[in-house]
């Protein structure tokens, strides 16, 4: 008798702990290890919980570093068109100089001779006022280097522009 009855018992608390375990596996899980308990551990650890959750952040790190990667690639591209911007304009800064230079030395010249006409004086005055306006043009972009590219690369273009105006008058006014 004591054998049976012990076999009930056993049989009692297995299909107890059967019938607790089913309860428990039927409750609401989390796949998240940070936020789940003892229960959701035995629960995922035997689905497989855990390897799909680790799976999905794995994808997310990698899209996240892909993403990283391409904008340190589109970073590295501004910078260096900003670089090569800021030579452009140094080039300007200097073609600039030789042409104030000039200005100087023919302002000298025709004062010196007095035999200046005055269509002469008044295209070198204007020589002189468009080197002014470049000078300017050339310190406010030398200011101001949070212009976007397209802006500093129209100012300098237009920079340019002016530069060679004044080379030409300059040539004019040499011969």
């Known amino acids: 008798m004591g054998y049976v009855a012990m076999a009930g018992a056993s049989a009692r608390r297995t299909g107890f702990a059967l019938c607790a375990l089913s309860l428990l596996l039927g409750c609401e899980t989390?796949?998240?290890?940070?936020?789940?308990?003892?229960?959701?551990?035995?629960?995922?650890?035997?689905?497989?919980?855990?390897e799909e959750y680790t799976g999905e952040r794995r994808v997310e790190q990698d899209a996240a570093e892909e993403e990283a990667r391409l904008l340190e690639a589109r970073a590295a591209k501004i910078e260096?068109?900003?670089q090569e911007l800021d030579r452009e304009l140094e080039s300007a800064a200097q073609e600039l100089s030789a042409l104030q230079d000039s200005l100087g030395k023919l302002r000298a010249k025709l004062a010196a001779t007095?035999?200046?006409?005055?269509?002469?004086?008044?295209?070198?005055?204007?020589?002189?006022?468009?080197?002014?306006?470049?000078a300017k043009r050339l310190?406010?972009?030398?200011?101001?280097?949070?212009?976007?590219?397209?802006s500093r690369q129209t100012e300098v273009k237009e920079l340019k522009g002016l530069i060679s105006s004044v080379a030409l008058?300059?040539?004019?006014l040499s011969e």
């Open 30 to 50: 989390s796949r998240d290890p940070r936020s789940g308990g003892f229960v959701d551990g035995v629960v995922n650890l035997s689905t497989g919980g855990y």
């Open 80 to 82: 260096a068109e900003r």
């Open 114 to 134: 007095n035999t200046a006409k005055a269509a002469a004086q008044a295209r070198l005055t204007e020589a002189e006022a468009r080197a002014k306006q470049a």
């Open 139 to 150: 310190t406010l972009l030398r200011g101001e280097p949070d212009y976007s590219i397209v």
């Open 169 to 172: 008058m300059v040539s004019e």
